[in-house]
């Protein structure tokens, strides 16, 4: 059973510049979230996804956005790139509608800032 | 706005010792306190999960207690080995309505041999 894909898995780019990344959830999993994780903040939730609507998201300014297609594969995008981009963006899956049934993590796409 | 606090920030531990790694939260509603386990270049990944109505969970080596009263919820690895060398994570989950994790700011925990 393949995890959750991530790619690509390292991106450099310039200040001012956008960026799109990519999510492809478990087979079967229709919620996706992402999550940005940097040594200072820890792991900070960003938004999640389920049917293609986005049900949460979190303090991140409006430069941060995603979406969720109807194969539920997920992209975000962050636009006019900032140092303090610079992060480790996590996709998690979870085959739930409601309740927990645990969320399952791709291995990051690690994005740098220059 | 921490809602949740994670203690130690790192940890030593010999072979075959207990691993404890502690969590404090600041608020009631939430539905399951999961721990995650990271490993370098890799994402999290779930180890053990507690709902609040229960006061202890263990599989294999890995105990999670947890206090309502107080609070707090813990990890606990039992003979602890090289292998189990990571960073780990607690959570709180905010069930339905919220879809979203929110995480202690992780223990890095070393095995010594």
């Known amino acids: 059973k393949a995890g959750v894909t991530q790619t690509p898995r390292y991106l450099i780019k310039t200040r001012g510049q956008q960026v799109t990344l990519s999510c492809s959830p478990i087979?079967?999993?229709?919620?996706v979230s992402w999550y940005q994780q940097t040594p200072g903040q820890g792991l900070q939730f960003l938004f999640e996804?389920?049917?293609?609507?986005?049900?949460n998201k979190g303090n991140f300014p409006g430069r941060f956005s995603g979406r969720q297609f109807s194969n539920s594969r997920s992209e975000m995008n962050v636009s006019t790139l900032e140092l303090g981009d610079s992060a480790l963006y996590l996709c998690?899956?979870?085959?739930?509608?409601?309740?927990?049934?645990?969320?399952?993590f791709g291995s990051g796409t690690r994005l740098t800032v220059v | 706005q921490q809602q949740v606090k994670q203690s130690p920030q790192s940890l030593i531990v010999q072979k075959g010792g207990i691993s404890i790694i502690n969590c404090a939260y600041e608020?009631?509603?939430?539905?399951?306190f999961p721990w995650y386990q990271q490993f370098p270049g890799k994402g999290p990944a779930l180890l053990i999960a507690?709902?609040?109505?229960?006061s202890e969970k263990k599989e294999g080596r890995f105990t999670i207690s947890f206090n309502k009263s107080a609070k707090q919820f813990s990890l606990h690895i039992m003979d602890s080995q090289p292998g189990d060398s990571a960073t780990y994570f607690c959570?709180?989950?905010?069930?339905?309505?919220?879809?979203?994790?929110?995480f202690g700011k992780g223990t890095k925990l070393s095995v010594i041999p």
């Open positions: 507690i709902r609040p109505d229960v």
């Open positions: 087979s079967g999993h229709r919620s």
């Open positions: 998690a899956s979870s085959p739930r509608d409601r309740g927990f049934a645990g969320y399952t």
């Open positions: 959570a709180v989950d905010s069930g339905a309505g919220s879809y979203q994790l929110t």
């Open positions: 996804y389920f049917s293609e609507t986005q049900r």
């Open positions: 608020n009631t509603a939430f539905d399951y």
